[in-house]
T-cell receptor
Framework: EAGVTQSPTHLIKTRGQQATLRCSPI?????VYWYQQALGLGLQFLLW???????NRGNFPPRFSGRQFPNYSSELNVNALELEDSALYLC??????????????FGDGTRLSIL | AQTVTQSQPEMSVQEAETVTLSCTYD???????LFWYKQPPSRQMILVIR??????QNATENRFSVNFQKAAKSFSLKISDSQLGDTAMYFC??????????????FGTGTRLQVTL
């Protein structure tokens, strides 16, 4: 069974540009989560999508946005990039339902570097 | 490769009591971070506490403290004066320390904590 896949592996942008990160969940998983992991820090929750709808959003400005497609894959878009957006962006997926029995499975991440 | 093991799938504690969640890990690395995350029904992974492996002193954050035993590769979380809002899934996580880059977290399977009246 294929795990959560993210693309690209590494993305280099300059300030002010826009970045698009992609995530394909494990087959059968309907929930997708996005996290930002800055240098030396733990995860910061960005977004949670389920069945195509945004279910919850972390404390990030509106220039961080995303969507979930009918096949449950997801995109994270970051507009007007700033230097502090440089981080590892992790996507996770899970089955919907009683969360206590549905762990999140993480992808390997997209490393976004802002020059 | 790193592994993180949480051997308690579910635990229950009464309000105001103390509970300890267990976590063990396996790694050949010497420099790393350990984390405890809380995941309430909102699904947001909330960082509870972080421990740097090079620090001998156990980390504390208000009612939350850890017992870090590096030689035994053990990292338990103690919650004192438990509150109803502590009800959540708790994940132990490991992160290798890479100079200049952030690396992926390795999570345990979680412990579901229920705080009761």
């Amino acid at each position: 069974e294929a795990g959560v896949t993210q693309s690209p592996t590494h993305l280099i942008k300059t300030r002010g540009q826009q970045a698009t990160l992609r995530c394909s969940p494990i087959s059968g998983h309907t929930s997708v989560y996005w996290y930002q992991q800055a240098l030396g820090l733990g995860l910061q929750f960005l977004l949670w999508y389920d069945e195509g709808e945004e279910r919850n959003r972390g404390n990030f400005p509106p220039r961080f946005s995303g969507r979930q497609f009918p096949n449950y894959s997801s995109e994270l878009n970051v507009n007007a990039l700033e230097l502090e957006d440089s981080a590892l962006y992790l996507c996770a997926s899970s089955l919907e339902g009683d969360y206590s029995n549905q762990p999140q499975h993480f992808g390997d991440g997209t490393r976004l570097s802002i020059l | 490769a790193q592994t993180v093991t949480q051997s308690q799938p579910e635990m229950s504690v009464q309000e105001a009591e103390t509970v300890t969640l267990s976590c063990t890990y396996d790694t050949s690395e010497n420099n790393y971070y350990l984390f405890w995350y809380k995941q309430p029904p909102s699904r947001q992974m909330i960082l509870v506490i972080r421990q740097e492996a090079y620090k001998q002193q156990n980390a504390t954050e208000n009612r939350f403290s850890v017992n870090f035993q590096k030689a035994a590769k053990s990292f338990s979380l103690k919650i004192s004066d438990s509150q109803l809002g502590d009800t959540a899934m708790y994940f132990c996580a490991f992160m290798k320390l890479n100079t200049g880059t952030a690396s992926k977290l390795t999570f345990g399977t979680g412990t579901r904590l229920q705080v009761t009246l």
